[in-house]
């Protein structure tokens, strides 16, 4: 009988003591009572005092100044530890970075982020172990090391002294080198921003304006057209006198210089993609040097490789690739001749297959003098850049003229101007045009 009464006593209990307290609600004595049966506001929430200290010891690594915006930052990374990396030739830091988010996710982020931009893919994890990216932009070089889930990273240094989750998945950001854009420090709730982004915007940022100090030799009829690819950031300094350590000289663009195939490749990738940034199916994919090469001369370990076969697997220039089966050599430090000029450019305009055409039909609609003398290759092109009426690229270069001369070398100037538009009339889009849309 005893145990059966428990219950009521306890109930009784409970009653008689919520009683006390309502009844005592606004004395001293129930605000006293109440206060000591309170919760400790420190404990109320993890979030608050216990879940913010842990994120500013999580967060204590400052981004470096010289950190490059360049470099795509996976979204919801934590920057973990910043170490100085130093090469007989030149310095550069390592970044150590947590995620929750497994590493085939990481690791596809940055697949994509580097092979639909301007980053020339050096090398890319691949099925025989390799998990890293090697990538280059102008002087940038980045290394993008990515544990899989059973293999640690395959760089040199792979030991750090910053603790991390076990069940994270850390990875590495090392870049040597530098880059005409740098981020100021970042903190965690800038890193929580980038989470917003599509690899593609991450990706797209383009390379800084280039304010060259000789644009006043460029001939007045392309000068627009140079300012504003400049100004895109496509265009970069003249190689030779980048090496000339006078300040005012590596900021040479040299307009009148005779332009190399590799380097006209290389901007024709770069203006496309730029023009392109926010329409991935208009992108030209850069090739991974994992890919048989299409020219004997151009082997994965060209520096301008992944441009150079990517154009040839896109079917853009003449290579065995697309039936050319005597097209064997690229010669990439030849001269760009005119009728490459047109031949690879065009197809970036018309978007479609090139109409039939023959040398009668390009001397009667250009009037060219000299008509017999282009390459059969690039007839078609000629006729098809004639019928893009004032957006055509032998127009806006090379003015009014009875002769081509298709095998001319093109200037850097010249090549600027006819990257300056791509598409056809009505339907195109000029580098004008897409200076005005990002301010």
Known sequence: MLLNKRPILFTGFVACLVGVLTACANSPTGQSLERSLAVDPKLEDNGSVLGS??????????????FPTVIPRYPDAQLQNVEPLTRSDAQGQRTIWSSTDPSNDIQAFYRRAFESGSWQVISAPNQDGTNSFVVRRNDLQVRVSIPTDNAPSDTEETQTETETDPNNTTFEIQYIGSSTETAAPSDASESSEKATETPESVD?????????????????????YVEDLAALGVITPDASSANNKSEENSTSFAANKIITRRQYAHWLIDTNNRIYENRPGEQI???????????????????????????????????????????????????????????????????????????????????????????????????????????SIIRRVFGYTTLFQPQKPVTQAEAAAALWYFGSQGEGISASEVLQQSN
């Open 204 to 224: 797209s940022a383009s390379g800084k304006e280039q304010n060259f100090t000789d644009f006043n030799n460029v001939p007045p009829g392309l000068r627009q």
């Open 285 to 391: 994919r850069l090739a991974s040097e994992t890919t048989q090469p299409a020219f004997q001369d151009v082997p994965a370990s060209d520096p301008d490789f992944g441009a150079i076969q990517g154009l040839a697997e896109a079917g853009l220039i003449p290579s065995p690739l697309s039936g050319n089966s005597t097209e064997v050599l690229f010669r990439p430090d030849a001269p760009l001749t005119r009728e490459s000029l047109v031949l690879w450019k065009v197809p970036l305009d018309t978007r479609q297959a090139l109409p039939s055409a023959s040398l009668d039909a390009v001397q009667q609609t250009w009037g060219f003098q000299d008509a017999g003398k282009i390459d059969p290759k690039a007839v078609r092109a000629v006729l098809a850049d004639f019928q893009n009426g004032e957006q």
């Open 53 to 66: 200290q842990t994120n500013e010891q999580t967060s204590s690594a400052q981004l470096p100044e010289d």
